[in-house]
């Protein structure tokens, strides 16, 4: 890697932001920190500015659209940032030899299996969020760019909205709350992510690679929401009576996956990154958030 100055774009979303706490550990690298307004992804202009006055050897897109349900509704600017901006931002990465990072979900598989998601699974994306995701995906497969493809799942932090901060307001408005426990998954702290993406990073600036490679990222073990939820109730200790529902009565505009458990053997294997065991990271999180 000639340089080590990094474009994060998103930058104040919760994975943004996670990067922004994390910069003082890998003080090797220059960062460079744009949020929506400095840098709109979906902007050619400003996204050949960014590059052209930084020559980023790496270029992090935090940056997505990512109300799921939102999305249904709003399909062409969900596709114009998770797809499309793909296009600008692989052409000025191939320009200027940089190592593209990506996000993607765990929403793009969803094809019915009950086994934990291989990279190399079947993908089958349902809700206009999820086939925004995968397209945006298939633009960068399709293009000569080297790039890191993280897919994730269940992503909260002490930052943005998320699962765990809706949960302790709810906890402390409301006596009793009905949370869907037929949608199995894997939460994803933001900071764990953050700091596993690093370490890749860091991989690659010793022994560099051409192409395109997928790896999944989550917390270790699997739950529902539900027994996400009671978790979360009972390390804040909010005293609150939580039932499980079945997704059939909980109706929202976007389809959701039954089963979004990622197989994280890759990552482990190829970067000898051990993600954490999802409980410890849900009790950092808390302990950020009391
Ligand atoms: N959250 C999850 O549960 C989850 C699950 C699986 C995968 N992922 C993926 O993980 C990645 C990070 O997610 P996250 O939870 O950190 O998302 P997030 O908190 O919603 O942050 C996304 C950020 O992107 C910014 N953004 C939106 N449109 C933009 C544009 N045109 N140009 C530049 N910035 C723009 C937003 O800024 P504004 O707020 O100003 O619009 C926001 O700060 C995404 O790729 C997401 O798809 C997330």
Known sequence: MESKTIIVAGANGQLGKSFQKIVFDWQEYNFHFFDSNELD???????????????????????????????????ERAYAI?????????????KNNTLLIHYSSDYVYDNGM?????????????????????????????????????RTSWVYSEFGHNFVKTMLKLGKE????????????SPTYAGDL?????KMIDQYAKKPFTGIEIYNYSGEGKISWFEF??????????????????TSDYKTPATRPKWSVLDLSKIKKEYGIAPKYWKESVRECLYLLS
Do not use: W
């Open 82 to 94: 998770n797809s499309e901006a793909l296009d600008y931002i692989t052409l000025f990465c191939i």
């Open 194 to 198: 953050a700091n596993a993406t690093m």
């Open 229 to 246: 939820a009671s978790f979360i109730f009972e390390v804040a200790e909010l005293d609150i009576d939580v039932h499980p529902i079945p």
């Open 114 to 150: 009950k086994v934990p998601m291989g990279e190399e699974a079947p993908t089958s994306p349902k809700s206009i969020y999820a086939q925004s995701k995968k397209m945006g995906e298939e633009i960068i497969e399709r293009s000569p760019v080297n790039a890191l493809l993280i």
């Open 41 to 75: 992804i979906t902007n050619k202009n400003a996204l050949e500015h960014a590059f052209s006055s930084l020559k980023p050897s790496v270029f992090i897109n935090c940056a997505a659209y990512t109300a799921v349900d939102k999305a249904e509704s709003e399909r």
């Open 174 to 185: 409301k006596s009793i709350l009905n949370v869907v426990n037929d949608q199995i998954g």
